[in-house]
């Protein structure tokens, strides 16, 4: 199923990934109701508190990322546990969709983002995403739930069905890559 639906890239900041999750890497906070500490030497601050779901142990994965297609026509979402991508050799975009009450890709919030090296995005659960990559191949680290990994890669190596994730196909939208992007690519 194919479509001329072009899908534009958005910067990514605080509010316009709201509906999706959260944005991360943001600038230091004022401090307010915020852990922190800022020295001379070093800053840190909670950026977000990380929810893998009731039972679920959090797993930190190195996930490289290498699909340069500018064809978007399936995505992936998580039932039970959010899930953090922070790029760490590159640029990815992050391709994402709300659910619709069904339970399916909402089409209608269909959204891509350039999510620059060293910020990253936390998805809820039930968000629907892919991910693209500019030119070779980016490096990521990947926040998520212990057995979802495993979930995850029983069904996409063998024919158990997957219990805690979900692969749709959707019509086929095209990235619009901006003038920067295409010239990498």
Wanted: net charge negative; with cysteine.
């Amino acid at each position: 199923m194919t479509s001329n639906t072009a899908l534009q890239i958005n910067d990514l900041t605080p509010e316009a990934f709201n509906a999706y999750g959260w944005m991360l890497g943001k600038p230091i906070p004022d401090g307010h109701g915020v852990p922190l500490y800022s020295h001379p030497a070093t800053d840190f601050w909670q950026e977000h508190l990380f929810n893998t779901g009731a039972g679920g142990d959090a797993e930190l994965l190195w996930v490289n990322y290498r699909s340069q297609s500018t064809e978007v026509s399936s995505l992936e979402k998580h039932l039970l546990t959010q899930q953090a991508i922070v790029p760490l050799t590159g640029e990815i975009i992050q391709i994402v969709a709300r659910s619709a009450a069904d339970g399916s890709p909402d089409l209608s919030t269909l959204a891509a983002f350039r999510v620059p090296q060293g910020q990253g995005v936390c998805m809820r659960p039930g968000c629907w995403h892919a991910t693209r990559v500019a030119s070779a191949e980016v490096t990521c680290l990947m926040l998520t739930r212990r057995s979802t990994t495993v979930d995850l890669i029983q069904h996409l190596t063998t024919d158990a069905r997957a219990t805690e994730s979900d692969i749709a196909a959707i019509p086929a939208c095209h990235l619009e890559l901006p003038q920067d992007l295409s010239q990498a690519a």
